[in-house]
């Protein structure tokens, strides 16, 4: 009797072994970055204001820790926008915080891609006018609002510039040098052999 009841539990747990053996759900890498010049404007892109406020603080800590420093106020506009630098505590000069980059990265289950972009273009064919920043940033908000953006999620802060046409646009550090700024003129520069 002992047996036979063993090889019914053993049969029982069959289809469930086998249901753990079907097909895999296919994912899909995500990369998807947008910039917000505040926690509320974050939010109105359907992140998760605590996301959005986690990612000013740390866009914000960095800021302090990492923006160029400058002796004087114009070397500082030179490298940023006209009156856009304040002054430090120290007296140096440093750029305004000009919001801050949140960023997705990861793997998501494409069933839910497809979800996140259909309710992405039915925002934007709603009259919701905005740039691909603006679409990337709902993109972001969907994803990490439906629980895929455990751990995946990074920011940085983002501050004012011009283009080399003069137009004025909101970038990071990284994108910045990335284009070949050198901020030859900051205290750090000017420090490093």
Do not use: W
Request: aromatic letters at 8%; proline letters at 5%; charged letters at 20%.
């Amino acid at each position: 009797m002992r047996r036979s009841s063993v090889k019914l539990v053993l049969a029982g747990a069959l289809p469930l072994a086998l249901a753990g053996c079907g097909p895999s759900e296919q994912k899909d890498t995500v990369n998807a970055k947008a910039n917000f010049s505040s926690v509320q404007e974050c939010a109105d892109a359907k992140v998760p204001v605590n996301i959005c406020s986690d990612a000013y603080m740390q866009a914000l800590s960095d800021h302090r820790r990492i923006a160029p420093t400058y002796d004087d106020k114009a070397s500082c506009d030179a490298d940023f926008v006209p009156d856009y630098c304040q002054v430090t505590s120290d007296g140096k000069y440093m750029p305004k915080l000009g919001g801050f980059e949140l960023g997705f990265s990861g793997q998501v289950p494409k069933e839910a891609l497809d979800r996140a972009n259909q309710e992405v273009n039915q925002s934007a064919s709603a009259g919701m006018s905005g740039t691909t920043g603006l679409m990337a940033g709902l993109l972001i908000g969907n994803l990490l609002s439906n629980g895929f953006g455990n751990n995946r999620y990074y920011s940085q802060p983002i501050y004012q510039t011009r283009d080399d046409r003069g137009g004025y646009y909101s970038s990071s550090l990284p994108s910045q040098i990335d284009r070949g700024k050198t901020f030859g003129r900051s205290t750090q520069a000017q420090s490093s052999p």
